[in-house]
């Protein structure tokens, strides 16, 4: 089955009334979480912009605060699979500034929370990788910004 272009959707979506627009997003609202968490953030980041970056950090908090990192080994397992939450999440919002908040929120977390004294090398190189992605999300912006994010970055080297 060959899926249809966005071109062709959005052309499908002008022909549809209103009570069959809603529906159809409440039914893909219904089909994942991650459509459903979407539609939420854009519905209510209107009246709250900060609403998607407050969540996310709440949410990275307790499943930091919940994970265990004892020995190398459950630090490894934690740390990877909060980076797959924060990377799920971080798919959500285009805003350059967002992306780099949350991914410095979950550096300094993993170092608050120990991680990086286990020497392990892929939690480093997990850390590593975030402050690349750091840099890179930096070069995006404009300048008076980029000064504000390098010294962030610049403290978590």
């Keep these: 089955m060959k899926i249809p272009s966005l071109v062709q959707i959005k052309k499908e979506l002008s022909y549809l009334n209103d009570q069959e627009l809603t529906n159809l997003i409440i039914d893909l609202s219904k089909f994942s979480r991650d459509n459903k968490s979407y539609l939420f953030f854009k519905l209510f980041e209107r009246d709250n912009p900060r609403l998607f970056v407050e969540m996310v950090q709440e949410e ?8 265990n990192s004892n020995n190398f080994h459950a630090a490894k397992k934690a740390a990877q699979a909060l980076r797959r939450k924060l990377n799920k999440h971080l798919k959500l919002k285009n805003d ?3 992306q780099i908040e949350l991914i410095v ?8 929370y120990g991680y990086l004294r286990h020497g392990h090398p892929v939690i480093q190189n997990l850390y590593d990788a975030q402050l690349r992605k750091i840099q890179n999300l930096i070069s995006k912006l404009h300048e008076d910004l980029q000064y504000d994010y390098e010294a962030v970055l610049e403290e978590l080297m």
Excluded at 105 to 112: E, G, I
């Design 60 to 67: 990275l908090e307790l499943d930091f605060s919940k994970s």
């Design 96 to 98: 350059t500034t967002v």
């Design 105 to 112: 929120f979950f550096c300094k977390n993993l170092k608050a």
